[in-house]
C-alpha cells in the first residue's frame, strides 16, 4: 500500500495549484495527486481547440510545475475511503494524512429529445472527446449552439471566425446573460457582424434526424437546419466520489466547506468546482464557477493543510470574469446592476467610454467602457462590467483588487495610476476614473 | 476686470484635471483656466509626435472636456498678485477667490559647450518648439540623444523605428537606470536589435559643429557624427510665475504644499510638476513627475477647494510609469531593488515569468516577466517592476492599487482574479501571484 502525507484528488487547475501550494508550504511532505484524466485540460482554452489552436493537444494543461514540485501524479480513479485510506478504482488503496478534493465540475446535458443523435455534442473537458468535437466542427457546415452563455458564445465565436455558419439559441433574452444588457448588445452585434445567427427568448422543443442531427426546433416551431449541435447550458459539480466519503454536500451545489475550505470530515479539504461557493457581498450560495477562484481556493488549502497559517479566511466568490469576442475584450467583476437589483442593492451607476491609446490616433487604439456600480450609502466599489481592447483582460484585474478591498469612490478619485500613449488610455480620460467620477457628480447634485 | 470664483494657472493634465474636477464638485462656481500655450501637448505623447502620429497637431489635449464643463479658457499668461487679484503679462487683472497654480516644468537645458548649435534641441513641450524638432528628425540621420530616461529611450525607440541611426548616451552604467539592471539589459538589448547605438558610462564633452551640429565628443574623447542631437536629461519645475506670488517654494524642488496640495497662501493651491513631491514610502523629497500623479492631485484639490470634502490626504507619490520599446512594454511602481537599496529598506524579492496567453501558442503570446518587491517584516508589497506585452500597461496599475492599499504576501496569494485564453496568462501562471508565492517560499524556508 502506498503512503502519502498528502493527497489531492482532480488534476485541473484546483487541484494542481493546491499540490504546489501544499509543497511550496510543507516542502517536507509526500504529495501525490490522483486524476482521472491523463492529460488535462486547461478548462478556459478548450472552445480554441476547435480551430484557434493547431490541435487538442496543445490544450493541454502541462505537468512541469508538478515535476518540478516533485508531486506524484497517479493516473487512476478514486472510488471510495476507508478512515485515512483511499481506495482507487482497481482495488489499489492510498493511505494520506490530508485529503483534498477537487474533481471539478461535468457539463450538463439537459433532457431534450434527440440528444443523443449523431452529431450533437456537449463541451466537455476530455481530451478524446475534445478532439471528436473538433474534427466534428471541421467537418460541419451548419452548427446550432444550445446555451448563450460565455462558452456557447466563445464557441460561436471561434466557429464563425473559421467561416462556419454557427446559430446560438438562448432561452433568455440576450446572450451573455450573466452582463448587463449593454454589454449583451455589444457582443450580439460583433457576432451578427461575423456572420453568426443569434435566437433568443427562445427554448429547444427537440433535435431532429435520421440518425444523425438534421434540424433543431424551437418551441415556436421553427426548424434550424443544423448539421452538428453543441449543447452549452452549463456544468455540474461532479460529486461521484464524494457521495462515497461521507462529507455533507449539497446536490447540484457541492462540498460544503468553511471559510478554509474544510469539509465536515477532518482532514478532508475540497476546492474548485466541486466546493460549494457563497457570494463575495451576500454570502449566500452562488453558481460561479471558474478556474481563477478554485485556484485561489487551492492556494489557500495548500497554505493551510496542516494548520491555519494564512488567517485570512476567503472572503466569497467576487466573480470576475473575461472574455473576447471579435476583437472586443468583455470582462465583469462583481455585482452588475441586474444583480444589484436581484440582491436588493442600493447602488450608483457611473460609466465612462475612452480610446486606449493616446491620442487615439495611435496603432491599435480600441473604444474601452467602463461600468461601475458603488453601494449608494457606503460608498464602496461593489463591481465593474466593461469591454475595450485586450488590456480589459488586466484592467478587470485592476478593478477586482479594488473591490476587494472595499475601495470607496474617494479613493479610486485620488488613485495613482500609470498611463502610456501606447498602452493606456490619457490620463484625462482614465475610465475606471472618470466612471468614479461619473458617479461621484451624482451624489454632489443629489 | 474680469471676475472668477476660481482660476487654475497653467493648462496641462494636472490643471485641465483641477478645473473639471473643480466644476463637478462646485458647479455653480465661476471657473476659468489660463495658459500660455493655445495647443497644449499631451505630454507623455510628445515621443510619439516625431514619427508614429502624422502630426504633432495630433497631440493636442483637445479642449472639449473644458468646453462640456463650460470652464473657461483664457489664452495668457499671469505673471504677479495682489491679494486676491492675478495679473497678466498684457496687465488685465483677474480676480478670484481660489487659485490652483499648475504651471508644469520645463525641460533642463545643460550647460554643454555647443548646446546652441542648429540641430541641437530639447524635447520641449511647445506645439511650435516640436513642429521644427519633427522636421529637423524627418531630415537628419545621425541623431545622438543625449540622456536615456524614459523619454530619451522613447525618442530612440521612435527613431530606430523610422529607419534613422539614433545612439544614445548615458552617464550611468545602463538605460532607463530608475528600473533595475534586468530590466534596463531588456531594453537596452531591444534598442540594439532595433539598430540603435547605446554608449552608457560615459559624459558628453561638448558639442561640435559649425553654426550646425556635426559631431559629439564624450568625455573619453570619442567622436559620434550626428546632424542632430536630442538633449533629453530631465524636467524643472517651471517656477517663474511662482516666485512672485509670495508662495513658500524650494528652488529645483517645487511649491510647497502640504497633505491637501495648499500652499503657504491661504486659497493658493499648486498641482503637478510645479508642486513639491513626497515618496509614499518613506515621505522624503522625490523628483518623480508624471502626468497621472498631477491628475490625481488635480482631482483633490478640486475636490477640497472651499472646504475638505475628500478627507484622505494624500499619500505621496507611488511612482507609477510605463513605457513601450519596441514591442515590449514596460512598467514600474513603488520600491524597486535599487531604490530599496538606497532606502535601507529590508525586502524579498519575487520574480516569476510567463506568457500572456494560455496556451501559448496562441496568437498575439508575449512573454511576460514580474518581479515584486515585499517588506522583509511587514509583508506589505513595496513595488514592482515588470516587461510584457501591452496588457502589462494595466497589469502595473493593478499592482499599483494592491501597493496602495498595503496588501501583504498572503493578501495576493488568495486573490480572485480573472483570466482568459486570448488575454492573459494562464491562472497556473498568473505572474503577480507566481512572484507572491516565490517570495512566500523564501519566508517559509527562514
Redesign the interface.
Known amino acids: 500500500m502506498n503512503d502519502y502525507d498528502v493527497i489531492i484528488v482532480g488534476g485541473g487547475?484546483a487541484g494542481?495549484?493546491a499540490a504546489l501550494?501544499a509543497k511550496?508550504?510543507y516542502?517536507d511532505k509526500r504529495i501525490a495527486l490522483i486524476r482521472k484524466e491523463n492529460n488535462p485540460m486547461?478548462p478556459?482554452?478548450i472552445p480554441?481547440t476547435l480551430f484557434?489552436?493547431?490541435s487538442v493537444e496543445?490544450?493541454?494543461?502541462g505537468d512541469a510545475?508538478l515535476a518540478a514540485g516533485k508531486i506524484e501524479v497517479i493516473n487512476g480513479e478514486a472510488v471510495d475511503r476507508n478512515d485515512h485510506t483511499l481506495v482507487l478504482s482497481k482495488g489499489e488503496e492510498i493511505k494520506y494524512e490530508k485529503l483534498v478534493l477537487a474533481t471539478g465540475s461535468n457539463a450538463v446535458l439537459p433532457p431534450i429529445e434527440g440528444r443523443d443523435l449523431e452529431g450533437v455534442f456537449l463541451v466537455k473537458k476530455q481530451k478524446d472527446y475534445l478532439e471528436r468535437l473538433r474534427v466534428a466542427a471541421h467537418q460541419a457546415t451548419n452548427i446550432t449552439i444550445l446555451g448563450g452563455g460565455y462558452i456557447g458564445v466563445e464557441v460561436a465565436d471561434e466557429l464563425s471566425k473559421a467561416g462556419k455558419k454557427a446559430i446560438v439559441v438562448e432561452m433568455l433574452p440576450h446572450l451573455l446573460a450573466t452582463m448587463d444588457e449593454e454589454f449583451s448588445l455589444k457582443a450580439e452585434q460583433i457576432l451578427t457582424d461575423e456572420g453568426a445567427g443569434i435566437v433568443t427568448g427562445k427554448s429547444v422543443k427537440r433535435i431532429l434526424g435520421n440518425k444523425k442531427v438534421e434540424e433543431v426546433e424551437l418551441n415556436d416551431g421553427t426548424r434550424i437546419k443544423s448539421d452538428m449541435v453543441v449543447i452549452s447550458v452549463g456544468y455540474r459539480p461532479n460529486l461521484d466520489l464524494i457521495k462515497k466519503l461521507g462529507v455533507a454536500y449539497q446536490e447540484g451545489r457541492g462540498v460544503l466547506v468553511d471559510d478554509y475550505l474544510r469539509t465536515s470530515e477532518k482532514d478532508i479539504f475540497a476546492v474548485g468546482d466541486c466546493a460549494i461557493k457563497y457570494d463575495f457581498f451576500t454570502g449566500d450560495l452562488t453558481n460561479i464557477m471558474?478556474?481563477?477562484?478554485g485556484?485561489?481556493e487551492g492556494?489557500?488549502v495548500g497554505?493551510n493543510l496542516y494548520s491555519i497559517r494564512?488567517v485570512?479566511q476567503?472572503p466569497g466568490?467576487?466573480g470576475?470574469?473575461?472574455?473576447?469576442i471579435g476583437n472586443k475584450?468583455f470582462?465583469v467583476?462583481g455585482v452588475t446592476e441586474k444583480r444589484a437589483k436581484e440582491k436588493g442593492i442600493d447602488y450608483t451607476i457611473g460609466t465612462s467610454k475612452a480610446v486606449d491609446r493616446?491620442?487615439g490616433?495611435?496603432?491599435?487604439a480600441s473604444e474601452v467602457y467602463v461600468k461601475l456600480i458603488f453601494s449608494t450609502y457606503s460608498h464602496t466599489l461593489l463591481g465593474a462590467e466593461m469591454y475595450g481592447g485586450?488590456?480589459?483582460?488586466?484592467?478587470?484585474?485592476?478593478v477586482?483588487?479594488?473591490i476587494?478591498?472595499r475601495?470607496t469612490d474617494?479613493?479610486i478619485?485620488?488613485?495613482?495610476?500609470?498611463?502610456?500613449?501606447?498602452?493606456?488610455p490619457?490620463?484625462?480620460a482614465?475610465p475606471v476614473?472618470n466612471a468614479t467620477?461619473d458617479a461621484?457628480?451624482k451624489w454632489?447634485?443629489h
Open positions: 487547475p494542481v495549484t501550494s511550496n508550504s516542502p486547461i478556459c482554452g480554441y484557434s489552436l493547431k496543445e490544450n493541454i494543461l510545475p471558474l478556474a481563477s477562484t485556484m485561489a492556494r489557500l497554505s494564512v485570512r476567503y466568490v467576487l470576475t470574469f473575461s472574455t473576447k475584450a470582462a467583476s493616446h491620442p490616433k495611435l496603432a491599435g485586450d488590456s480589459a483582460g488586466e484592467l478587470i484585474n485592476m477586482s483588487v479594488m476587494l478591498n475601495m474617494t479613493d478619485n485620488t488613485l495613482q495610476i500609470g498611463t502610456h500613449p501606447l498602452l493606456t490619457s490620463p484625462v482614465y476614473i467620477i461621484i457628480v454632489f447634485k
